[in-house]
């Protein structure tokens, strides 16, 4: 019955919400969730109601399957661990660079539970960002074949994965392959089959830059870390 009394109240309180600004504007919507230091204290929680936890900061709401969902502005719509180009210099509010940063455990846990040491860390109370400056990112292999040295990649920081998974790195490389190259002979003369003689070798000239690239284009990475 009090469940029933409280969200009657509720929707009288919404009701009287509603209020002109004027003649001509849309109509406003005052609503204020009851405040509790830690959801979790809420006595037989239903569906469909909002708390602001003060513990956290947050707004809550209870689902229908029985769990409190953060209600939050839409950059909770972007899951924590998630990496995005970012063409400003200093990171927006719940992000950092990824520039492989250290990190205490207890600081982020979230972001510890989403990429674990995938980068780095000791994985007791430290772990670490992904460092992605300089470096182009790469889908991992996940069996296809399509990264044929897979096995090989080596871990970005101590601590890190190693191999075919997240997190790993690999040095730049080009594929192996062959040139062929013409030599032209002037004058006449005959070689014996057995004969002895002297072989002359030689290179290709050198051409390129300092390394193998696409044309790109500078972003700064950053992370989404809570």
């Excluded at 899951?79 to 200093?90: C, E, K, S």
């Excluded at 005959?190 to 002895?196: E, Q, S």
């Amino acid at each position: 019955m009090s469940k029933k009394i409280v969200f009657i109240s509720i929707l009288a309180v919404c009701f009287l919400g509603f209020k002109g600004k004027d003649s001509f504007k849309t109509l406003g919507l005052k609503f204020s969730a009851p405040t509790v230091f830690g959801k979790t204290n809420v006595t037989n929680p239903e569906p469909g109601e909002i708390v602001y936890d003060s513990s956290d900061n947050k707004f809550w709401g209870y689902d229908t399957s029985n769990n409190w969902v953060e209600l939050s502005s839409g950059s909770a719509i972007v899951p924590v661990g998630v990496v995005l180009p970012f063409g400003g210099t200093t990171p927006p509010n719940g992000y950092r660079f990824a520039n492989g940063d250290l990190l205490n455990i207890a600081d982020y846990p979230d972001l510890f539970a989403a990429i674990g040491t995938a980068f780095g860390g000791d994985g007791v109370s430290t772990f670490r960002l992904p460092d992605l400056r300089g470096r182009f990112l790469r889908g991992v292999d996940g069996g296809t074949g399509r990264d044929p040295d897979a096995g090989s990649r080596s871990a970005m920081n101590t601590g890190g994965n190693a191999g075919n998974a997240v997190g790993s790195i690999q040095a730049d490389q080009l594929r192996s392959h062959t040139h062929s190259f013409t030599v032209g002979l002037s004058g006449g003369g005959t070689v014996p089959a057995n004969g002895a003689g002297s072989y002359v070798s030689n290179t290709t000239s050198a051409a390129g830059g300092s390394e193998t690239r696409p044309v790109n284009a500078y972003v700064n990475f950053i992370v989404k870390v809570n």
